[in-house]
């Protein structure tokens, strides 16, 4: 079989187009459905979201919310000193997790309206803490530069 | 003074890489080889002026100078030595000082080692190497200078982020950089290319030494700060698709294109464009990964604006770099000739293919990475994790690993795809058995972790079947077998163990996922609970101090079989300087699994405690395998035709391939 250098070309276009169609087609798909909407509680409270859209929020742990269940299962609720949402999550909890203090949920939703977590963050560093919150909390006049839960020094390189 | 004397050698050093930038050029436009001769020796000039400046702020830490601003943040006099030291890097000013040190380095590496460079080629490559110095010491002297001193001297530092206070940090990043900055020589030698107008084989030759390097130190850096994320952070995973990682993983990917693209430059002459741009898409994306990370970019575009001048500066460095290197690309690429023919069913077509897959991959991670930034433009607010990456990056990643064993067993310029498809399927045999055997044993649920297993055993055994159809066993018997084995070039076998490291690495990954076994629970002193087949009985808890810490000991004995198999000691610590509390998980290691404990802190009941435990079979395969790949791009580079003054390729070699 004599290819010529053109037919070399057509082949490797096609293959190189037939990955790049796939690449896309599974962006595409994933963008759909797999990305991560971020929302504060009072967005949530007033406008409804589709149940089981994966959802991540942030806030402030309300003081007096936390509450410790069996099997490690902990509820607490997500403020943004204006609405809150009612958060349950299985697992531990990070190191600077506190009630008053920023915290960042990500999971689900369900009918009730409860939050399900399947991750928790509180602020290692301001990574963890999306500048929609801090916004949203200085706006409210409840930032406080510093603190935890506020800004500090990055930490992972 | 000693820091003044640091502050002075780096702002000499800024002169000298202006001068390593001109004058080299210059010489190379004008025919001038004195001009050209500045290379070599302002490299070496520039190596001892950086270190001595990194050397001055070192010695700040480690006496505690707390009149300079960065060790005031960053530092404690209680801090044990090895942190002081480490905590140079671990922050901003101190670790771009490291950048520009094995910038540095790599620039003097270049300088020494390369003997055998055509005049040109060296004064424009170390030219280049000085655009990327000056660039970095104007950043660092401008914005970011590690060296200031305060008006008032504080007694005691603010100490180092106690997430930071950990081995990992210590050997992390360094190796991160000098994976990043390796790739650096290669923009650096395909600019050089691209000024000249002129490449040919020998140039892939020069180059490849110094992209193994870097992709073995990349390699490195990326499995050490999966490994420090797995046990420092306390979360089990390995790998959390965070900007950050995703930043270290890109170059990576496309690194490793460029390794193989080069192989193909090297024997067959063809590829030289593609080559030549992987090269500068290689360092672009090490710049943009350090950038991401530095200034903290990606998770809010906010951090510009607390320090304006560092965003526009970093701006103008990526826009001059990235958008330099490809508007040189895309005025000069034309004047490269294009060499060798190939069918698509070849050794080059396979290494095409590998090229294809990895480049796309990269550039989902990539648009994965930065979509919540072109989102948050407009006004949006999404984030982009765990499920997007593997939904896309899983599946591209894994036809790539399909093809993987195929390569090598083609022969270049026209391959027998059935001939090597015929010498795999042994190899396809026992991964199917494999893969029928964890699906049997587990019954349909684990259908996904099947295949995973059959994939990472083909990959895995499929690396040696180049060795053994080249050793011919069968027909020549052991002996000769052996014989033939031991001439071959050590490349072959570099390939060989760098790819079974992939299959190791796929194998941790695929059994960790899908066989772990996890408990989340409260436990009072003398509670017993069993988690993959152990039972674990927790003891108490001892409130220990450290240097500059309280810690809470827990005490775990985990029994198999009512015999005592080990004790698992997770802790808590509460770092008093910056009053922050970190867990520092409890691991045993047993074979190739390991058994993990976190501490959740205390539960309801006084004594007690919230523990999270897993059972992870063959975690550790992660990153033995990283050690594998590493391995094998070690003796690769240990080929004789890659080292410094080999005159030819060896052709004893090359009768074997044809005869295959």
């Known amino acids: 079989m004599v290819m010529t250098r053109k037919t070399r070309r057509l082949i490797l276009i096609g293959t190189v187009g037939a990955i790049l169609a796939t690449a ?134 | 003074m000693i820091v003044e004397f640091g502050h002075f050698a780096l702002i000499l050093a800024l002169a000298v890489a202006i001068a390593q930038s001109v004058l080299p050029i210059a010489g190379f436009f004008r025919r001038d080889p004195a001009l050209m001769a500045v290379a070599p020796r302002a490299s070496l000039m520039l190596l001892l002026l950086v270190a001595i400046a990194f050397s001055a702020l070192t010695y700040a830490y480690l006496v505690s100078d707390f009149s300079v601003l960065n060790v005031i943040e960053n530092s404690h006099s209680e801090k044990p030595l090895i942190f002081k030291i480490s905590g140079v890097w671990g922050n901003h000013e101190g670790s771009m000082l490291l950048w520009a040190l094995i910038l540095a380095l790599f620039g003097a590496a270049v300088a020494l080692f390369g003997g055998n460079l055509p005049l040109t080629l060296k004064a424009n490559v170390l030219a280049v190497q000085g655009w990327i110095s000056t660039a970095f010491l104007a950043f660092i002297l401008t914005t970011s200078n590690p060296f200031l001193r305060v008006a008032e001297p504080p007694m005691e530092g603010k100490d180092l982020n106690p997430v930071l206070q950990d081995i990992g940090l210590a050997i992390h990043p360094p190796l991160l950089y000098l994976g990043y900055v390796g790739f650096s020589i290669a923009f650096a030698f395909a600019i050089a290319a691209l000024i000249e107008g002129r490449i040919d084989a020998a140039w892939a030759r020069w ?8 992709w073995i130190f990349l390699t490195a850096g990326i499995a050490m700060g999966s490994y420090w994320a797995y046990y420092e952070l306390g979360w089990g995973g390995f790998w959390f698709w965070d900007p950050v990682e995703n930043a270290s993983l890109m170059p990576w990917l496309v690194g490793t294109a460029l390794l193989h693209s080069a192989v193909v430059m090297e024997k067959r002459e063809a590829l030289k464009v593609w080559t030549v741009l992987l090269a500068i898409l290689a360092f672009s994306l090490s710049l943009l990964g350090t950038f991401l990370v530095r200034s903290g970019v990606l998770t809010s575009v906010h951090a510009f604006a607390n320090d304006p001048t560092r965003g526009v500066f970093i701006l103008a460095i990526l826009c001059l770099f990235i958008g330099g290197g490809f508007a040189m690309f895309a005025f000069r690429a034309g004047t490269l000739r294009q060499g060798g023919l190939f069918a698509p069913l070849s050794r080059e077509g396979a290494l095409v ?69 015929e010498r795999l399927w042994m190899v396809f045999v026992i991964a199917a058995l494999i893969g029928l055997a964890v699906a049997w044993l587990n019954g349909a649920t684990h259908l996904l972790a099947a295949v995973g297993f059959g994939v990472a055993a083909w990959v895995l055994v499929g690396a040696f079947a180049e060795l053994w159809s080249r050793a011919r066993f069968r027909e020549v018997g052991l002996a000769v077998g052996f014989q033939r084995l031991a001439g071959l070039p050590r490349s072959t076998f570099g390939t060989a163990l760098a790819h079974a490291g992939l299959g190791l690495t796929l194998l941790g990954i695929v059994s960790t996922s899908a066989f772990q076994s996890e408990a989340i629970l409260e436990m009072k002193p003398g509670d017993t609970t069993t988690v993959g087949g152990y039972s674990v009985t927790f003891d108490g808890i001892r409130n220990t101090p450290g240097s500059n810490y309280s810690e809470m000991l827990a005490t775990m004995t985990v029994r198999k079989g009512g015999t005592v198999r080990f004790i698992v000691s997770p802790s808590r610590r509460f770092y008093t300087a910056r009053q922050m509390p970190t867990s520092e998980a409890g691991i045993r ?28 079979p063959l975690v550790t395969l992660i990153w033995l395998g990283a050690l594998v790949m590493m391995a094998g791009g070690a003796l690769s580079l240990a080929d004789r035709r890659l080292r410094v003054g080999a005159p030819k390729p060896a052709r004893r070699a090359a009768p074997v391939v044809v005869a295959d």
């Open chain 2, 589 to 616: 290691t047993h074979g190739l699994s390991q058994f993990y404990v976190t501490l959740g802190g205390e539960g309801r009941e006084t004594g007690s405690v919230v523990v999270r435990m897993w059972e992870k």
């Open chain 1, 24 to 157: 896309i087609g599974l962006v595409l798909f994933a963008l759909s459905g797999q990305i991560t909407l971020y929302k504060t509680p009072s967005e949530i409270v007033e406008q409804p979201m589709p149940e089981g859209r994966r959802l991540r929020i942030g806030g402030l742990v309300e003081v007096g919310s936390v509450v410790r269940k069996d099997g490690g299962q902990v509820d607490f609720k997500v403020t943004d000193t204006a609405n809150a949402v009612s958060v349950t999550y299985i697992g531990l909890l990070p190191d600077l997790f506190k009630e008053g203090q920023g915290v960042v949920a990500e999971g689900r939703l369900d009918q009730a309206g409860l939050f399900h977590a399947d991750t928790v963050l509180a602020k290692h560093d301001e990574r963890y803490m999306p500048k929609e919150v801090v916004d949203a909390l200085k706006a409210r006049g409840v930032w406080i530069e510093g603190q935890p839960g506020g800004p500090t020094p990055s930490a992972k390189n």
């Open chain 2, 353 to 421: 293919l590998n090229n294809v897959f990895l480049t796309v991959a990269a550039g989902v991670v990539l648009f994965g990475t930065l979509v919540p930034l072109i989102v948050s433009a407009f006004g949006g607010a999404i984030s982009v994790g765990a499920p997007y990456f593997n939904t896309v990056f899983g599946p591209l990643f894994g036809v790539t690993l399909l093809v993987v064993p195929l390569g090598p067993l083609l022969a270049w310029k026209r391959g027998d795809l059935l001939g090597a498809l």
């Open chain 2, 207 to 214: 180059v490849r030494p110094w992209v193994l390097a870097a």
